[in-house]
């Protein structure tokens, strides 16, 4: 299997499933216990659309999340990225998918201290093969007059936006976000969630944002609630709200 060209080639048209997830448990041993995170979960992604996924610490989100990106393998279950089994893929192949397709953004920001915004964007923009110049996805989150500022000379929102701007700089044809705006306040958690829309409308990016703040629903194209491992509910947003439309 290769995760690599045919994928750069062929991606997902609009409106076509990016993600096909059938029947995938994921059960963690601790000791002689067993912890259930995920219950039989079926689900679909589609190209372009951005999709929030909700519930209580412990409802199987990020789990759901890491297994989408690559960062772990369910117990059993199929996961396909297109038209490839992500469940029979070597750990080589996981990480190729990981470095070329999927951008992450997770609520704490990781970003290198030493390093400059523009040198924090620019260590993936160096190994990605399809990557936009690094003053232009800083650009895109708003932050061109910051480049060479260190993270802590920047406040957490802007953090953030470093973070946002390293995770769309390889291009990657699905984005997933894990409580993005968990550690900020409500003026700025807005502002990093008016990038991550900019993101998704302007250059198509698949996203998946777990939260469990459920007024971030409002923002999405389908909301799927979580619980207990399980999807509960699944609904479409009959018209997306706009980040500024937003209230917590």
Not at 142 to 152: D, Q, T, V
């Amino acid at each position: 299997m290769n995760l690599t060209d045919p994928l750069a080639e062929n991606p997902a048209s609009p409106g076509a499933p990016v993600f096909h997830v059938h029947g995938v448990s994921k059960v963690y041993h601790m000791g002689e216990v067993a912890v259930h995170a995920l219950r039989g979960i079926d689900l679909d992604l589609y190209a372009g659309e951005l999709v929030v996924l909700l519930g209580a610490s412990g409802s199987g989100k990020s789990t759901l999340l890491n297994i989408l990106g690559g960062l772990d393998v369910p117990s059993s279950g199929e996961v396909f990225y297109l038209d490839h089994a992500l469940t029979a893929a070597s750990e080589e192949e996981l990480t190729r998918f990981r470095r070329e397709h999927v951008g992450f953004v997770f609520q704490f920001y990781n970003l290198i201290p030493s390093l400059t915004a523009l040198e924090n964007v620019a260590l993936v923009t160096e190994i990605a093969p399809r990557a936009m110049p690094p003053a232009e996805a800083l650009e895109l989150v708003g932050l061109r007059e910051r480049r060479n500022h260190f993270p802590s000379q920047l406040s957490g929102g802007e953090q953030q936006r470093v973070a946002i701007a390293r995770a769309v700089a390889k291009r990657p044809d699905v984005l997933l976000c894990d409580e993005p705006t968990g550690a900020l306040d409500y003026a700025t958690g807005r502002i990093v969630l008016e990038v991550l829309a900019r993101v998704n409308r302007e250059l198509g990016t698949t996203t998946a944002l777990i939260t469990h703040n459920a007024a971030i629903a409002g923002m999405a194209d389908r909301v799927i609630q979580m619980s207990s491992g399980r999807i509960v509910t699944t609904a479409r947003n009959t018209r997306r709200l706009t980040p500024a439309d937003l209230s917590w």
